[in-house]
Structure formats: structure tokens, C-alpha cells
């Protein structure tokens, strides 16, 4: 396997790509987007060919792994001819893995295809079982749809993770049936600290649920073993005794994960975004349009890989109720 030629200047080599490929999404969560966003006139959007001249240039560069997301990537208008286009890649051996982080609307259309074209796994974020609340946490969502696309994700052979947002109040006290429904269907689950991206309608400190606390609740039923077992992502793993599943945690803001920190991100529009909780960026769509040959875009990639930060700074309280980053988690993707 080549080693990726993308090192920053704290030597974490960068071999993970995620691409938002859009910023719009079929659900509002109410962590995630405000109601009323406005989302950007699709004039300013990267075409599928200019994402795919994108992720080449990373995956010549060294990247191993992709991953779609937004927005809702599988609103994107085409997108499967850019999973497709994107797949050469598998099949050159040039990358290893070709994900999707979705919320399952439309994965009942799409499913086959994805396996298909070399799709393994993807992530379905569902954070809960009762129609109702996910109605009314999702705003516009409709959970038979989600599970008739789980089924179809199933029946097509793609192993599935389930993400789940931990919110006080709303979901804590359903982890454990999340659980058992998730593992006894042979899906992995993780769960999620909010983080302070972007502003929404609500207040982040009444949903902030620290994932140490939420740990302790689940080790008064379930045996937690801490486990070595590593995806791309920044979760942390346990075995659960009594499932016989994975339970990973994302601990952004009570466990910083950024030491081991292998990937950056690209917008929709190719905004390069170095870290998920900062700002500085670089304008990948002014040099891919500047010229038809890659050199340009490769530099402007490598000036801005030397400047990737250490971490992220994100802070939920009373006293710092703002957003940490401006951007909402769908303009970078999750
Ligand atoms: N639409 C896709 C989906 O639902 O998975 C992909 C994009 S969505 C932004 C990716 C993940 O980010 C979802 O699991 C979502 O719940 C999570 N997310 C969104 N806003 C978040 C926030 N402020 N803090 C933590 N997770 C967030």
C-alpha cells in the first residue's frame, strides 16, 4: 500500500477524504440546520466531474478511503454517476474504500446500485426508533422510509453502522433499546456529542449530553469492554458482553480525538477545510478551474496540508453559547 504523500506539520499522514457533495438534505434535525436554511444556488456547486477530478487528485496523492456525505448525498441530483465514476478506483486498487454516511431516505432506490458499484458499508444516522420523535427531531423525516431503506441496504449485502446523535432528553434513556435492536441485526452502532456548529433554532446547552455520562448510564446494564478495533473515524470502540456488537463513542468535546486526526473534508462548492471545528480553509474550485492540468491544484492541496491545526476547539456552555464554527455540520459533512 503507498504511503500517503500528504503529511502535516504534526506528521499525521492524510489518507482519508470526506466530500460533502451537497449542502441541501431532505430532513431539517434540529442539531444540525435551522428550519429555514438557505442553502447555496447550485450554480456555485462543483460539478460531478470537477468532484471526481477532485477525489482523483487526492487518491493520487495518497488518499485510501472516501467517504460522501453533505447534506444528504443521495439527494444529489446524478450522484450515482459519480459513485460510479468513483469506483474505477477500487477496482484499480488505488483506493480501499468508497463510503457514504447517510440519513436512509433514499436508500431504498439506491441501495443495490451503491453495492454495485463496490460500495461495502455505509453509516445511516438514526438517532431514534419512536416515529414520532424522529418525526419531530428530523422536522420533515419519515422513519418507515429509513427502514425500508435499512431492509433494501441489507438485502443489497452493505454492511450498515448506525450513528445516533446522544441528546439530554430526547434519546438517553433509548441507547440501550437503540442497542439491542442494532446489534441483534448484526449493525454496529455509535453515538455522537453534539457540536457547536453552526447556528440552529434551539439552545445547544439544554441537548449537550456528555458521552462519559452517558457510558456510566449503559454500564449499569450492559458489560463495556474497551477494544483496540479502529475504522478510519474517530470513534473509540467497546465490546458489549450482553449484544455480542461494537458500541463506538464521539467524543469531540469530552475527549479531543484530534492527535490521531487522518482525514480533511471538501464542500460542495471544493472548499478545502483542514479540521471539522475550525475555519481556515483553501479555495480548491479557483484552482481546479484556473487550469486543466492537476499541478496547480496539487500545490494549492499541499500549502494547505502544512497548515492543518492541531485540533479542534469546541466549547458548549452557558457562558460560550455560540457556535464554535459558523458553518453548519452539513456544509463539511459529518
Ligand atoms: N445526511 C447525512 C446523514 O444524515 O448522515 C450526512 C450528513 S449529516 C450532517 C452527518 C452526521 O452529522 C449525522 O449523523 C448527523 O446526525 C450529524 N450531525 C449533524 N449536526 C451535528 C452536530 N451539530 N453535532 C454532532 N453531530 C451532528
Known amino acids: ?51 471526481d477530478r477532485l477525489c482523483t487528485v487526492f487518491i493520487e496523492k495518497g488518499v485510501r478511503r472516501l467517504r460522501l456525505t453533505g447534506g444528504e448525498p443521495l439527494v444529489r441530483k446524478n450522484i450515482m454517476h459519480l459513485v460510479r465514476q468513483l469506483s474505477r478506483h477500487l477496482k484499480s486498487g488505488a483506493l480501499d474504500e468508497l463510503t457514504l454516511t447517510s440519513n436512509g431516505s433514499q ?64 434519546n438517553e434513556d433509548e441507547i440501550p433499546e437503540m442497542l439491542r435492536w442494532a446489534h441483534g441485526r448484526g449493525m454496529d452502532m455509535t453515538v455522537i456529542e453534539t457540536m457547536p456548529m453552526g447556528e440552529i433554532d434551539g439552545d445547544r446547552t439544554d441537548q449537550y449530553l456528555p458521552l462519559s455520562l452517558l457510558r456510566a448510564q449503559l454500564e449499569k446494564q450492559f458489560t463495556l469492554t474497551d477494544i483496540p478495533f479502529k475504522t478510519s473515524g474517530p470513534a473509540r470502540y467497546v465490546e458489549v458482553a450482553e449484544t455480542g456488537g461494537k458500541l463506538g463513542f464521539i467524543t469531540p468535546m469530552t475527549h479531543n480525538f484530534c492527535e490521531s486526526c487522518n482525514r480533511v473534508r471538501i464542500t460542495c462548492t471544493g472548499m478545502l477545510y483542514m479540521c471539522l471545528g475550525q475555519d481556515d480553509s483553501a479555495d480548491l474550485r479557483d484552482a481546479l478551474r484556473a487550469s486543466e492540468g ?24 452557558r457562558r460560550t453559547n455560540r457556535p464554535s464554527v459558523s458553518r453548519h455540520m452539513s456544509v463539511t459533512g459529518g
Not at 18 to 31: A, G, I, K, L
Not at 151 to 159: D, I
Request: glycine share 6%.
Open 107 to 170: 436508500l431504498e432506490r439506491f441501495a443495490t446500485e451503491l453495492a454495485d458499484c463496490g460500495v461495502r458499508r455505509i453509516n445511516v444516522s438514526i438517532d431514534t426508533l419512536d416515529a414520532d420523535k424522529f418525526h419531530a427531531i428530523t422536522r420533515w423525516g419519515k422513519l418507515d422510509k429509513v427502514m425500508r431503506g435499512i431492509e433494501a441496504a441489507e438485502a443489497a449485502g452493505l454492511k450498515i453502522k448506525l450513528n445516533t446523535v446522544a441528546l439530554k432528553g430526547f
Open 294 to 317: 492537476n499541478d496547480l491544484l496539487a500545490e494549492t492541496i499541499d500549502r494547505a496540508i502544512a497548515r492543518k491545526p492541531k485540533g479542534h476547539d469546541f466549547i458548549i456552555d
Open 1 to 51: 500500500m503507498t504511503q500517503s504523500n500528504m503529511i502535516d506539520p504534526f506528521g499525521r499522514a492524510i489518507d482519508y477524504l470526506r466530500v460533502s457533495v451537497t449542502d441541501r438534505c431532505d430532513f431539517r434535525c434540529v442539531y444540525c440546520m435551522s428550519e429555514d436554511m438557505t442553502f447555496l444556488p447550485k450554480r456555485d456547486l462543483l460539478s460531478l466531474e470537477e468532484l
